[in-house]
């Protein structure tokens, strides 16, 4: 299903969210050496965007969807993971990631975006109308006005390598 205007926004955050656990899937196993660089860019990520999505859609996308009692299990979930992916960026912050968490860190991000996009989004584009979907683009647009927009910077550590078996 197209996305709908509304939820682009947090769709184009999932998309550099995922560009870096493809990045960390890549280089799996990170070597010890490496680590230090991994989770300063995974700090950098949730300091630009994700503490801000987070919020966004907390306090503007889920209140609206558990509105729908079909929605309201799959709203729990997402708390949960939220909760989580807060504790894996702490430790981060804290550089005290194994090249194991870092791992798991990019394979939970991933699945719960994919959570998002295929289960939450699709099934709110599905059971809202028109202008209560606007009316929470509106409120998103507010809640991400202050977003930082900045241009991640890879570090030659965490730089994407062709994948194994495949030339530059």
């Not at 969807?65 to 979930?77: G, M, T």
Request: hydrophobic content about 40%.
């Amino acid at each position: 299903m197209l996305r709908n205007k509304n939820l682009v926004p947090l769709s184009h955050q999932h998309q550099h969210a995922l560009a870096l656990c493809v990045r960390i899937e890549r280089a799996s196993p990170i070597a010890d050496s490496d680590l230090s660089a991994w989770q300063t860019e995974i700090v950098e990520l949730g300091r630009t965007e994700i503490t801000a999505h987070f919020s966004a859609e907390e306090q503007e996308v889920f209140p609206a969807a558990r509105a729908y009692s079909a929605l309201r299990p799959l709203i729990e979930e997402l708390l949960a993971e939220h909760r989580v992916l807060r504790t894996r960026f702490a430790k981060a912050e804290e550089q005290i990631m194994s090249s194991s968490d870092v791992s798991a860190f990019a394979r939970e991000l991933s699945a719960h975006i994919r959570k998002e996009e295929r289960q939450l989004f699709e099934q709110m584009q599905a059971l809202m109308g028109g202008e209560q979907l606007d009316a929470i683009g509106q409120r998103l647009s507010e809640a991400l006005k202050d977003e930082e927009r900045a241009c991640a910077v890879v570090s030659a550590k965490t730089k994407l390598r062709p994948a194994k078996g495949r030339k530059a």
